[in-house]
């Protein structure tokens, strides 16, 4: 398994601890990964240092360890390094990835990569089960809700650039951790599968909600697109790693990102909770960390 102490790692090992409770997992972690992320689940974990974007650390594992399913949480990026080390070694276990659904994106920077991943993994010879999630939320651990509602919670405004009627549908991470055991404990259960959240909202929705639930105002703060695009190029040009905001933010926010997840829900029972009812969890996270 990679990905183990990510927050959506984590919430599968707990979930799985529940069902197979003597599971024994070999973890592929980084050198500098935070282990006592996961110090209060209890299984049989076997840590292994390494990068699962090299092709050595693979090589090695695979070597001394046999294993029946490859869980890859990590970059979807990595696919191709992992089956190379698999081809080389002749070996084909059953492989669980985590992709995304900015595959489908015109803007995101690593969309082809997302393509080429995914067609490599179609020619497997063993047999592979690719789940695409939105946009993942669910604790200060996310990469993106957990700004904007710290944001609003601090200054009362968002910037909308352009119209703010583009369709979101995050994900929460318990309902990704919920179907990465469905599949592990199904393996019948192949092929691609999008995983999206219980409601579409648009942004402007998305900050309505943010407002009702914080209980505080949330204003839009409106942006002209154009003029928006232009101080996002400027400023990754002026602070690079520093800029606030991404030109390919503003370009990607115009996109519809709202996906139906109904093969998911036919085949595996997969059912999302609804955004208030995971965003009304997230922010309670929040609080209790003083993050809010």
């Not at 999008?194 to 579409?200: E, K, P, Q």
């Not at 093969?263 to 003083?290: C, H, K, N």
């Given at each position: 398994?990679?990905?183990?102490?990510?927050?959506?790692?984590?919430?599968?090992?707990?979930?799985?601890?529940?069902?197979?409770?003597?599971?024994?997992?070999?973890?592929?972690?980084?050198?500098?990964?935070?282990?006592?992320?996961?110090?209060?689940?209890?299984?049989?974990?076997?840590?292994?240092?390494?990068?699962?974007?090299?092709?050595?650390?693979?090589?090695?594992?695979?070597?001394?360890?046999?294993?029946?399913?490859?869980?890859?949480?990590?970059?979807?990026?990595?696919?191709?390094?992992?089956?190379?080390?698999?081809?080389?070694?002749?070996?084909?276990?059953?492989?669980?990835?985590?992709?995304?659904?900015?595959?489908?994106?015109?803007?995101?920077?690593?969309?082809?990569?997302?393509?080429?991943?995914?067609?490599?993994?179609?020619?497997?010879?063993?047999?592979?089960?690719?789940?695409?999630?939105?946009?993942?939320?669910?604790?200060?651990?996310?990469?993106?809700?957990?700004?904007?509602?710290?944001?609003?919670?601090?200054?009362?405004?968002?910037?909308?650039?352009?119209?703010?009627?583009?369709?979101?549908?995050?994900?929460?991470?318990?309902?990704?951790?919920?179907?990465?055991?469905?599949?592990?404990?199904?393996?019948?259960?192949e092929g691609a599968y999008?995983?999206?959240?219980?409601?579409?909202v648009t942004f402007l929705?998305?900050?309505?909600?943010?407002?009702?639930?914080?209980?505080?105002?949330?204003?839009?703060?409106?942006?002209?697109?154009?003029?928006?695009?232009?101080?996002?190029?400027?400023?990754?040009?002026?602070?690079?790693?520093?800029?606030?905001?991404?030109?390919?933010?503003?370009?990607?926010?115009?996109?519809d990102k709202a996906y139906?997840?109904?093969?998911?829900?036919?085949?595996?029972?997969?059912?999302?909770?609804?955004?208030?009812?995971?965003?009304?969890?997230?922010?309670?996270?929040?609080?209790?960390?003083?993050?809010?």
């Open positions: 398994m990679t990905g183990a102490t990510g927050l959506t790692g984590k919430l599968f090992l707990q979930q799985l601890q529940t069902v197979l409770p003597e599971q024994k997992l070999h973890c592929l972690i980084r050198s500098n990964s935070n282990k006592e992320i996961i110090s209060d689940v209890k299984l049989h974990f076997n840590f292994c240092t390494g990068d699962s974007s090299e092709q050595h650390s693979w090589s090695h594992i695979l070597k001394t360890i046999s294993v029946e399913t490859i869980i890859h949480l990590a970059q979807l990026r990595h696919v191709s390094t992992i089956l190379q080390s698999l081809t080389e070694l002749n070996i084909f276990p059953r492989l669980i990835i985590i992709g995304t659904t900015g595959v489908y994106s015109r803007y995101n920077q690593y969309s082809s990569d997302y393509k080429i991943a995914e067609d490599e993994l179609r020619h497997y010879e063993g047999t592979y089960c690719l789940l695409r999630p939105t946009m993942i939320y669910g604790s200060h651990r996310d990469k993106n809700l957990h700004k904007l509602i710290r944001f609003c919670d601090r200054h009362q405004f968002f910037p909308v650039f352009g119209s703010g009627q583009s369709l979101l549908q995050p994900v929460h991470a318990d309902d990704l951790a919920q179907a990465l055991l469905a599949v592990l404990l199904n393996p019948q259960i999008d995983l999206s959240g219980g409601t579409v929705e998305l900050l309505a909600l943010v407002e009702k639930l914080l209980g505080k105002p949330v204003r839009p703060l409106r942006v002209p697109y154009n003029l928006g695009l232009w101080s996002a190029t400027l400023a990754e040009t002026l602070l690079r790693e520093r800029s606030p905001i991404r030109r390919e933010q503003i370009l990607r926010l115009q996109e139906s997840h109904e093969a998911a829900t036919r085949d595996f029972g997969y059912a999302p909770r609804s955004l208030e009812v995971g965003l009304t969890q997230e922010i309670e996270i929040l609080r209790a960390e003083g993050i809010i």
